[in-house]
Structure formats: structure tokens, C-alpha cells
């Protein structure tokens, strides 16, 4: 009896009903000769149910992680071939499933399909679709309502149930849970799985049987999908390369830009200071003018005095006092213009 599990840890079934372990391996050379030895598949020993001597024999599921499909594919075919050999024809299959897997991924599915391509159409009325993990929910009818769902979905168990696979539910984890899985399998005929007949009486290889080619094709899509990604990454690497180039660019741009606005804010600031020098050295010109022009008429109205021996009139030193005036003023005014200027330079 063959019991494909989907995890790593020990099928419960096969501890429930016997108490001893033994691991079975084997050893087969490579292509560089190089001795490998793979630990995957559990044999129980011998024990007795109503009288019929049993043994189960366990193996890794295609979820194993730490091997890849093509290995697993490998370990599978050489103990069934090993089996075969010998005479020795299975009962029947127990497919292991979580009941506590609430979401069906597209590796489950893949497995099935795996699954399936091993046992081979003809066979899957040997195979026993065993639920397990009833602990982990929340109540039992929430696991119920999901194996009818399970039961009746054409991506998933209702092919294989409906080519005469039979689904039961090892729930309470006890010995005569799982013995009664047993004795479902013990109704059965001997089988020779298809991968048998493919890779003995055949002589087919791993790879060129059902089992293989499903792999394969898994593979095929898996690399399709890699190189997609692969593809997208470098699409986006180089989209990433390209902005960084234009933000470069942009950069370099904006570095003209200020260099040349602090050219244009130099060269106005240098004409806005030769204007100002201008200005006030116009304004000082003025004023001196203007100093001048007043000393000189009060020195010619002196001298006229002085000359003439007449007594300046009245209206006459007013009006040279108001031309004075005049003088001053303009000599303010050419001042504080030239403060203003100079505030604005600075």
C-alpha cells in the first residue's frame, strides 16, 4: 500500500496504524559516477489488519522543498519499479490532502494532475482521497462543506472520483480512523500503476512517461513565466536607466540655468552700481556747480559794495539770500538722491 503525502511530515495515517519505522533507500550512480543515496520513502513494518499482513510505504509530495520534482519523479518510479520487480503489485494509493487548506493554489492542482499521470485512469479506483488535518478548523461542518466543494469541483477531486477514486476523512487522528482507511483499500484488486507498465514492461523513461511529461510540461511553463519576469525586470531596469538619464539631464539643465541667472544677476548688479557711481558723480558735479555759482555772485555783489561804497539795498540781498537758498536746496536735494541711490545698490 502507497500513501502520497503533501508535506513532510510523517503520514498520520501510516503512524496510526503501526508503531515502527524503518527508512528505505537507495543508492544509484550518476552520469559523473558519483554515489548519491536519497532517505525519501518510509516503510512501515509488517503489521496485521483482520487477518492480512500489511505494509505502507510513504512518500514525499511534489511540495517537498527540499527536492526538486524531477527527484521526487526519481524516488517514486525507482520503488515502484523496485516493487514491481518482485512481484509485488499495490492495493491501493491513499492521496493525502489538508482539509485545513482552504485555498487551492495552482501547485495543489499541479500535484493532482501528477498524481493522476502516476496512478494512471485505470487505476484510480484503487485510490483513496484521504482528508486529514480536522483539528485545525473551526468546527466540523465548516471541513464538511468544504469537501463537498472539493468532492464536486471539476479542477480539483471530481475527475478522479468520478473515474471511481473514493474521498474519506481520517478526522479524530486515531488508530481505527485510520484503519479504516485500510480496510477501504483492502475491497481492492491488485494494481500495476501506470508508471509501472510505462517504465518496466515498457522500458520507457522517467521522462518520457505521463508522470514525467506532466513535470515537464510544469517545468516548460514555469520556465515561460521565469523568463516573462525575467523580461519585465529588464524592461523595467532599462525604463529605470532611462529616467535616470533624463533626471540626469534635467539636472544638468537646471545647473545651466542657474549659472546663467547668476551671470545675468552679476552683470545687472555691476550696471546698477556704475549707474549709481554715475549718478553720484553727476550729483557732485552739480553741487559744486552750485557752491560756485552762489560764492561767486555774493562775491561779486561784495565787491560791487565795496567798489561802489554802496549800501546793498534791501530788495537786492534778498534777492541774492533766495538765490542762496536756491543753491542750498539743490544741494539737498543732489544729497538725499544720492542716499537714495545708494540704498537702492545695496
Same mark, same amino acid.
Given at each position: 500500500m502507497y500513501s502520497l503525502r503533501q508535506s513532510l511530515s510523517r503520514s498520520s495515517t501510516i503512524r496510526a496504524c503501526s508503531h515502527?519505522? +524503518?527508512?528505505?533507500?537507495?543508492?544509484?550512480d550518476g552520469p559523473d559516477r558519483e554515489r548519491k543515496v536519497y532517505h525519501a520513502v518510509e516503510r512501515a513494518d509488517l503489521f496485521d489488519l483482520d487477518?492480512?499482513?500489511?505494509?505502507?510505504? *510513504?512518500?514525499?509530495g511534489f511540495d517537498d522543498t527540499n527536492k526538486t520534482e524531477t527527484e521526487i519523479l526519481r524516488i517514486i518510479a525507482f520503488e515502484l519499479e523496485k516493487q514491481y520487480c518482485k512481484g509485488q503489485t499495490l492495493h491501493g494509493v491513499i492521496y493525502v490532502h489538508r482539509i485545513s487548506d482552504f485555498y487551492v493554489?495552482?501547485?495543489?492542482?499541479?500535484?493532482?494532475?501528477?498524481? @493522476? &499521470? /502516476?496512478?494512471? *485512469? +485505470?487505476s484510480l479506483q484503487n485510490v483513496v482521497i484521504m482528508t486529514n488535518m480536522w483539528s485545525r478548523l473551526? =468546527?466540523?461542518?465548516?471541513?464538511?462543506? @468544504?469537501?463537498v466543494e472539493l468532492a464536486s469541483t471539476d479542477d480539483f477531486f471530481k475527475p478522479a472520483i468520478v473515474e471511481g477514486?473514493?474521498?474519506?476523512?481520517?478526522?479524530?487522528?486515531?488508530v481505527e480512523s485510520a484503519r479504516t482507511v485500510i480496510r477501504q483499500i483492502l475491497k481492492n484488486h491488485p494494481i500495476a500503476l501506470s508508471t509501472y507498465e510505462e517504465t518496466v514492461d515498457q522500458h520507457t523513461s522517467i521522462n518520457k512517461t505521463g508522470m514525467g511529461m506532466t513535470v515537464d510540461e510544469k517545468l516548460a511553463q514555469l520556465e515561460l513565466k521565469l523568463k516573462a519576469q525575467f523580461e519585465a525586470a529588464e524592461q523595467a &531596469?532599462? %525604463?529605470?536607466?532611462q529616467l535616470q538619464e533624463t533626471m540626469e539631464e534635467e539636472k544638468r539643465n537646471q545647473a @545651466? %540655468?542657474?549659472? /546663467?541667472?547668476?551671470?545675468q544677476f552679476a552683470d545687472a548688479k555691476r550696471e546698477r552700481e556704475q549707474a549709481i557711481h554715475e549718478a553720484e558723480e553727476r550729483s557732485r558735479r552739480e553741487i559744486q556747480a552750485a557752491e560756485a555759482r552762489w560764492r561767486q555772485e555774493v562775491e561779486a555783489a561784495e565787491r560791487r559794495r565795496v567798489e561802489n561804497g554802496v549800501i546793498v539795498s534791501g530788495r537786492s540781498y534778498a534777492m541774492i539770500n %533766495? @538765490?542762496?537758498? =536756491?543753491?542750498?536746496?539743490?544741494?539737498h536735494y543732489n544729497e538725499e538722491h544720492l542716499e537714495i541711490l545708494q540704498r537702492r545698490q545695496y
Amino acid at each position: 500500500m502507497y500513501s502520497l503525502r503533501q508535506s513532510l511530515s510523517r503520514s498520520s495515517t501510516i503512524r496510526a496504524c503501526s508503531h515502527t519505522w +524503518s527508512m528505505f533507500h537507495y543508492q544509484r550512480d550518476g552520469p559523473d559516477r558519483e554515489r548519491k543515496v536519497y532517505h525519501a520513502v518510509e516503510r512501515a513494518d509488517l503489521f496485521d489488519l483482520d487477518g492480512r499482513r500489511i505494509i505502507l510505504l *510513504d512518500t514525499p509530495g511534489f511540495d517537498d522543498t527540499n527536492k526538486t520534482e524531477t527527484e521526487i519523479l526519481r524516488i517514486i518510479a525507482f520503488e515502484l519499479e523496485k516493487q514491481y520487480c518482485k512481484g509485488q503489485t499495490l492495493h491501493g494509493v491513499i492521496y493525502v490532502h489538508r482539509i485545513s487548506d482552504f485555498y487551492v493554489n495552482g501547485l495543489a492542482k499541479t500535484n493532482l494532475g501528477i498524481f @493522476r &499521470k /502516476l496512478c494512471g *485512469d +485505470s487505476s484510480l479506483q484503487n485510490v483513496v482521497i484521504m482528508t486529514n488535518m480536522w483539528s485545525r478548523l473551526h =468546527s466540523e461542518p465548516e471541513g464538511r462543506r @468544504r469537501a463537498v466543494e472539493l468532492a464536486s469541483t471539476d479542477d480539483f477531486f471530481k475527475p478522479a472520483i468520478v473515474e471511481g477514486a473514493v474521498m474519506m476523512h481520517h478526522m479524530q487522528n486515531t488508530v481505527e480512523s485510520a484503519r479504516t482507511v485500510i480496510r477501504q483499500i483492502l475491497k481492492n484488486h491488485p494494481i500495476a500503476l501506470s508508471t509501472y507498465e510505462e517504465t518496466v514492461d515498457q522500458h520507457t523513461s522517467i521522462n518520457k512517461t505521463g508522470m514525467g511529461m506532466t513535470v515537464d510540461e510544469k517545468l516548460a511553463q514555469l520556465e515561460l513565466k521565469l523568463k516573462a519576469q525575467f523580461e519585465a525586470a529588464e524592461q523595467a &531596469k532599462e %525604463q529605470l536607466r532611462q529616467l535616470q538619464e533624463t533626471m540626469e539631464e534635467e539636472k544638468r539643465n537646471q545647473a @545651466r %540655468q542657474y549659472q /546663467l541667472l547668476q551671470e545675468q544677476f552679476a552683470d545687472a548688479k555691476r550696471e546698477r552700481e556704475q549707474a549709481i557711481h554715475e549718478a553720484e558723480e553727476r550729483s557732485r558735479r552739480e553741487i559744486q556747480a552750485a557752491e560756485a555759482r552762489w560764492r561767486q555772485e555774493v562775491e561779486a555783489a561784495e565787491r560791487r559794495r565795496v567798489e561802489n561804497g554802496v549800501i546793498v539795498s534791501g530788495r537786492s540781498y534778498a534777492m541774492i539770500n %533766495q @538765490r542762496a537758498k =536756491s543753491y542750498y536746496a539743490t544741494l539737498h536735494y543732489n544729497e538725499e538722491h544720492l542716499e537714495i541711490l545708494q540704498r537702492r545698490q545695496y
